[in-house]
């Protein structure tokens, strides 16, 4: 057995409690990972309200990424060994003390990274590169400007660094002077909007002079779908990675789509193949790592908070408190 971070029922942060359940086994190609730290993400607390099931045949336990030390390896899982410290996204489970994941998206942690600091990595990185060049193709577009909405996220901050290193100007949306500041002067974004005082669109138009952003990056959904076809340029790509707004889009031109000709896609990452992951995992490991270590990128964590508290530490994220990460660890203590 082991203890995790269950809920009660689908609900508030109330719902959450540390209880026990069955500590897995790793079967041929997974690694079993004795959980340091792990972190919250957005998609925990839409699963906690009950709007966002896991996949087939994942657990039911939050947590989508882990950082650990491997303290079992199932059968034919290349060279990993237990010891190794690792990072990795995961489906499902980084709320225990123990979980389980694919030797493929395993990311070696160097000795100088801590284990807060790996678990910082997996899914936001991972989201950020397979948003920007897998699936938007920034590559291929080379955008003078590409926008980013809640800029101050997890996210939003490596998809700021990704597309800086590539030399695009990013312009980010933010809630608060405070988050603006920390986009433009830590992060490294272009120009930074506060959303709650002016129309990001028109914003948009005066920063890019009326070119508008190659590419928008957007986590708000149905309410800033009309602004984002107002704020893209000509044949600019819209990648939508979530609904904080709502699904529904109230008012829309179709007429701008087909002026601009403009594409649009949604995209998630949580049920994608393993293969899909493995490649994803691979960017990280080859791109990602190595700067993150010369100091080329930065991660931000903004609060570590123990298990003990994961209450508190749901609630601080729904308030949008946060700046980077908040990590949650502890977990050998329970």
């Not at 045949?57 to 303290?71: C, Q, W």
Request: charged share 20%.
């Amino acid at each position: 057995m082991m203890k995790a971070v269950l809920l009660k029922d689908f609900g508030s942060a109330d719902q959450l409690y540390i209880g026990e359940t069955e500590k897995p086994t790793p079967k041929e190609g997974e690694l079993l990972v004795r959980v340091e730290a792990t972190t919250l993400n957005r998609a925990d607390i839409v699963q906690r309200k009950g709007r966002y099931a896991p996949p087939p045949g994942a657990s039911d336990i939050l947590g989508l990424e882990t950082a650990g030390v491997i303290e079992a390896v199932g059968p034919n899982c290349g060279t990993w060994k237990v010891g190794d410290r690792i990072a990795s996204l995961l489906t499902g489970g980084g709320y225990a003390q123990f979980c389980l994941l694919p030797y493929q998206l395993a990311i070696p942690i160097p000795d100088q990274l801590t284990f807060p600091q790996g678990a910082s990595i997996p899914e936001v990185w991972m989201t950020a590169y397979q948003v920007l060049y897998f699936v938007a193709d920034i590559e291929t577009v080379k955008p003078e400007f590409v926008l980013i909405h809640a800029g101050a996220s997890s996210v939003g901050i490596a998809a700021t660094q990704l597309a800086t290193a590539l030399g695009s100007k990013v312009i980010v949306t933010c809630g608060s002077q405070e988050k603006a500041d920390f986009c433009t002067q830590q992060v490294g974004a272009h120009a930074a909007i506060q959303y709650k005082q002016e129309a990001f669109e028109k914003r948009v138009e005066e920063i890019t002079n009326g070119k508008g952003a190659g590419i928008i990056i957007d986590c708000v959904g149905g309410g800033y779908f009309q602004q984002n076809l107002a704020s893209l340029s000509v044949e600019g790509r819209l990648v939508i990675i979530g609904w904080l707004s709502g699904t529904q889009v109230p008012d829309c031109n179709l007429a701008l789509i087909l002026r601009k000709r403009l594409r649009i896609e949604g995209s998630t990452l949580r049920a994608r193949d393993l293969q899909y992951k493995e490649k994803l995992a691979a960017a990280i490991r080859d791109y990602c790592l190595p700067k993150i270590l010369d100091g080329s990128f930065k991660i931000f964590i903004d609060r570590e908070f123990p298990v003990g508290e994961i209450k508190e530490a749901h609630e601080y994220m729904e308030a949008n408190k946060n700046k980077g990460k908040i990590v949650i660890s502890g977990f050998s203590s329970l």
